[in-house]
């Protein structure tokens, strides 16, 4: 067939595009994934394996959401998410590292009596008890705040 002079030949020797032709926009990547602000990486698996439990604490004890956080902050400083920690010199026990002497009072107040400060539920439950039920509760309980 003849070449018009709007339409240049193509042999193997030449490249489909010419320097004058604008290159093919490259195809779209699929969308990402929607950002969903219910997962963090913030915190170490351990501790983030608890984050769960401790929103329906905080909820269970009238804390605000925004809290969360800061308790799995908490959390992450006493005992890096591991229930069985304890302190050697305080005898501070669990997650959030409750001092042997108050425990027993504050577990029968939050509705956790007989409960070991080493059950990671009934620590991280007694802990939201002492943030928002307890009277004097608050975060000065915890020295790393």
Do not use: C, K
């Not at 010419?18 to 290159?23: K, N």
């Not at 908490?74 to 108050?102: K, V, W």
């Not at 991280?124 to 020295?143: E, K, M, P, R």
């Amino acid at each position: 067939p003849a070449v018009t002079p709007s339409q240049p030949a193509v042999t193997p020797s030449q490249p489909a595009v010419t320097p004058s032709q604008p290159a093919p926009d490259p195809p779209t990547p699929p969308a990402a994934e929607p950002y969903d602000p219910g997962i963090s990486d913030t915190f170490i698996p351990n501790v983030e394996r608890w984050r769960d439990d401790v929103v329906a604490a905080i909820a269970a004890y009238g804390g605000p959401a925004s809290d969360v956080d800061l308790f799995l902050t908490i959390m992450h400083r006493e005992s890096r998410g591991q229930p069985e920690a304890t302190n050697p010199t305080s005898g501070a026990a669990g997650l959030m590292q409750h001092m042997p002497q108050y425990w027993d009072q504050r577990a029968i107040s939050a509705g956790y009596a007989g409960a070991s400060p080493y059950d990671p539920i009934a620590n991280i439950n007694v802990s939201a008890w002492l943030l928002y039920q307890a009277t004097g509760g608050g975060w000065g309980h915890w020295s790393t705040y």
